[in-house]
C-alpha cells in the first residue's frame, strides 16, 4: 500500500485515521464548537463510510471548552487543564455524538494516556478494543486522557497520539487537519522565500531541521510533534498528510488537483508490530553508551552485550525502554533492557559468560536482544 498517487491517497486508503486539532474545532472569538465546518467533516466521513472505509477519530478541543464553561484565563496550570479536560469532554463527546447521529452513525469515545500505549499489554487490550469498534461499525473518537495524564508522562499533543493510534490499528493513511497547508522549507511568515515541501519519501535529518516551536497557544502542537507524529507512522507502514482543515468539507479537498498539501510516503518494509510499537515509544527511560564495535555489530543485526558497553544513566528497570548512543553521542537506537541500571552498571565492559559471577546469576547474554532492538535515526 505504499505506491500510490497523491490525488488517490483517500481512495486508495481502507483504514483511515483522522485528527483534528483544537484550533479547528473551536471558534476562538465565541469559544464554541465551530457547528458549521463539524457537520460538513460528519457528511464527508458519512460519504467515506458509505464507500466502506475505517474511520478513526482523533478529536482535541476539551481543554479549551472547559476553559469556558469554568471561566479559567490566562495561561493554565496542569490542575487547572486537567479540570478543564474533565470538563470539556462531556461537551466534546456530545457534540460527536450529536453530530453523527444525524447520519445515522454510531462513536465510541476512548480517552489514553501514555501509559495505554507504552506498556506492551495495554497497547494490545486498547487495539483489540479499537479493531472490534471497527468491526461493529462504530467510530472511535479518541482523546488523550488530560486528566490522569502529569505533566512529565503526557503526549501534550494529539499529532503523536494519533499516530500511535495509526500504528496500533494498522492504519493505511494518518490525516492531521491542521491549521497550516503542510511543511514548509521554513516559517512562511517571517520567510518569503520559503518553499512548500509536498511529497516527503523519508524524514531526514534536514527534514527535521525544518520543523518550528507550536505557532498557537490554542494548539500546543506544533511541526515539530507533527514530524514525530509522521516518524511512527511511516515506520508502520502508514501514509500522512498534514492538511489545512480550515475550510468546510477539508477531506474533499484533498482529492482536488492544485490542493496543497504535505505528504509523508509510508516506508516500503515497514516494521513487525512489536518493532513498531518500540520504534513509537516516547517513555525512554535512560541511555547506554556503547563503543564503536558494538554499534557496528548492532548495524549487522547483532545483540547488544555487554562487552560493548561504555557508560550508563538513568535508572530503568528489566523490561524497560533505553536509548543506545556512541562515544560521539550519536544515536544508534532504542530497545528494551534486560538488566536494571545498577546491574549494567557492574556488568559493562565485560563478557557475558563472566555476568554470572559479577551478578550472582546467569540472567541473559543479552543486555538488548536483537528482537528488542531498533535501529533509527533520531
Given at each position: 500500500m505504499t505506491k500510490m498517487k497523491k490525488e488517490n491517497l483517500i481512495k486508495d486508503s481502507k483504514r483511515i485515521v483522522i485528527k483534528i486539532g483544537s484550533s479547528l474545532l473551536i471558534d476562538k472569538n465565541e469559544d464554541s464548537l465551530k457547528s458549521e465546518w463539524l457537520r460538513s467533516l460528519a457528511q464527508e466521513i458519512n460519504q467515506l463510510?458509505?464507500?466502506?472505509k475505517e474511520i478513526i477519530i482523533v478529536s482535541s478541543g476539551s481543554i479549551a471548552l472547559g476553559q469556558k464553561q469554568l471561566k479559567l484565563t490566562g495561561n493554565l496550570s496542569l490542575d487547572e487543564k486537567q479540570a478543564a479536560a474533565a470538563t470539556g469532554q462531556v461537551s466534546l463527546a456530545h457534540a460527536w455524538k450529536e453530530i453523527m447521529e444525524k447520519f445515522?452513525?454510531?462513536i465510541a469515545?476512548?480517552?489514553l494516556a501514555p501509559d495505554?500505549?507504552?506498556?506492551?499489554?495495554?497497547?494490545?487490550?486498547?487495539r483489540a478494543t479499537l479493531l472490534k469498534l471497527i468491526e461493529l461499525q462504530v467510530i472511535p473518537v479518541i482523546n488523550e486522557n488530560d486528566t490522569v495524564s502529569t505533566e512529565e508522562i503526557r503526549?501534550?499533543?494529539n499529532d503523536r497520539l494519533a499516530a500511535r493510534v495509526a500504528q496500533m490499528c494498522s492504519a493505511d493513511l494518518l490525516i492531521l487537519l491542521s491549521d497550516i497547508n503542510g511543511l514548509y522549507s521554513s516559517d512562511p511568515n517571517k520567510n518569503k522565500g520559503t518553499v512548500f515541501i509536498e511529497k516527503i519519501p523519508e524524514i531526514t535529518d534536514e527534514i527535521e531541521r525544518m520543523a518550528g516551536p507550536p505557532m498557537t497557544s490554542m494548539s500546543?502542537?506544533?511541526?515539530?510533534?507533527?514530524?514525530?507524529?509522521?516518524?511512527i507512522a511511516t515506520k508502520a507502514g502508514c501514509h500522512m498528510i498534514i492538511c489545512n482543515g480550515h475550510f468546510n468539507s477539508p477531506l474533499s479537498k484533498l482529492e482536488i488537483d492544485g490542493t496543497q498539501f504535505s505528504w509523508f510516503s509510508a516506508i516500503e518494509k515497514p516494521l513487525n508490530s512489536r518493532k513498531q510499537w518500540i520504534s513509537g515509544a516516547l517513555q525512554v527511560k535512560g541511555k547506554i553508551t556503547i563503543?564503536?564495535?558494538?554499534?557496528?555489530?548492532m548495524k549487522k543485526g547483532f545483540s547488544m552485550l555487554s562487552a560493548g558497553i561504555i557508560s550508563t544513566e538513568g535508572n530503568y528497570e528489566k523490561g524497560d525502554l533505553i536509548q543506545i548512543v556512541d562515544e560521539q553521542q550519536n544515536f544508534v537506537g532504542k530497545g528494551l533492557i534486560h538488566f536494571n541500571n545498577s546491574e549494567v552498571d557492574l556488568i559493562k565492559g565485560s563478557k557475558s559468560n563472566d555476568i554470572e559471577s559479577i551478578l550472582g546469576y546467569r540472567g541473559k547474554d543479552e543486555v538488548v536482544h536483537r528482537d528488542d532492538l531498533v535501529l533509527e535515526k533520531k
Open positions: 463510510i458509505k464507500q466502506k445515522g452513525l454510531n469515545q476512548i480517552l495505554d500505549t507504552e506498556t506492551r499489554r495495554k497497547h494490545l487490550n486498547a503526549f501534550g499533543d500546543s502542537g506544533g511541526m515539530v510533534t507533527k514530524i514525530a507524529a509522521a516518524k563503543d564503536k564495535g558494538a554499534a557496528e555489530a
